[in-house]
């Protein structure tokens, strides 16, 4: 079965970091597009940033030079590092990945991860 | 940046019925637009991709449809477990990507 579980969310500082994890379970994290997406409570869904199979990343500009996109192929695993936290970066996180639609859309999502930016 | 406007913001109708939900571009994206159901506490699923594509699993009581700017999402008749919240999305400048804000499809 083709899965992925997000973990590593919890109340931070602003200025504080966090990482997220998503493992992955019935396909490899390499050979897909890999992507977070994050949804502030009450709101829409935001795309974050993704990693390519060659390992090439973006980021939304919202995140840009604070948060890095990483994987782990030995673990199965996407990483977020997210740095210098500030109040509207608290949302849910998902992991999502293009699997059968290549850049068509994301079809597979882990269940979110909440991250909370407060003193 | 493309930004996508959704309409209406609500729509309330009853099981049965036809659901028009409707997503335009500030610019054309062409047909790559993705639809999305999201339902309280769970992740968003793919619906339709590329404007017309129905994804693995999905209903024919879900089509899609629209090229450009202005395109649409329609349930043929409303399901009990239809009733969520829609996301369109667009990539014609993938990565960035971007969502509308979304509709939500309620029970009259």
């Known amino acids: 079965e083709v899965q992925l579980v997000e973990s590593g969310g919890g109340l931070i500082q602003p200025g504080g970091s966090l990482r997220l994890s998503c493992a992955a379970s019935?396909?490899?994290?390499?050979?897909?597009?890999m992507s977070w997406v994050r949804q502030a409570p009450g709101k829409g869904l935001e795309w974050v940033s993704v990693?390519?199979?060659?390992?090439?990343?973006y980021y939304a500009d919202s995140v840009k030079g604070r948060f890095t996109i990483s994987r782990d192929n030995s673990k199965n695993t996407l990483y977020v590092q997210m740095n210098s936290l500030r109040a509207e970066d608290t949302a849910v996180y998902y992991c999502?990945?293009?699997?059968?639609?290549?850049?068509?859309?994301?079809?597979?999502w882990g269940q979110g991860t909440t991250v909370t930016v407060s003193s | 940046e493309i930004v996508l406007t959704q309409s209406p913001a609500t729509l309330s109708l009853s099981p049965g019925e036809r659901a028009t939900l409707s997503c335009r571009a500030s610019?054309?994206?062409?047909?790559?637009l993705a639809w999305y159901q999201q339902k309280p506490g769970q992740a968003p699923r793919l619906l339709i991709y590329d404007a017309s594509n129905r994804a693995t699993g999905i209903p024919a009581r879900f089509s899609g449809s629209g090229s450009g700017t202005d395109f649409t999402l329609t349930i043929s008749s409303l399901e009990p477990e239809d009733f969520a919240v829609y996301y369109c999305?667009?990539?014609?400048?993938?990565?960035?990507?971007?969502f509308g804000q979304g509709t939500r499809l309620e029970i009259k």
């Open positions: 610019q054309s994206v062409s047909s790559y």
């Open positions: 990693i390519y199979a060659g390992g090439n990343t």
């Open positions: 999502a990945s293009n699997q059968n639609y290549d850049y068509g859309g994301m079809d597979v």
């Open positions: 019935g396909f490899t994290v390499s050979s897909n597009y």
């Open positions: 999305q667009q990539r014609i400048n993938w990565p960035l990507i971007t």
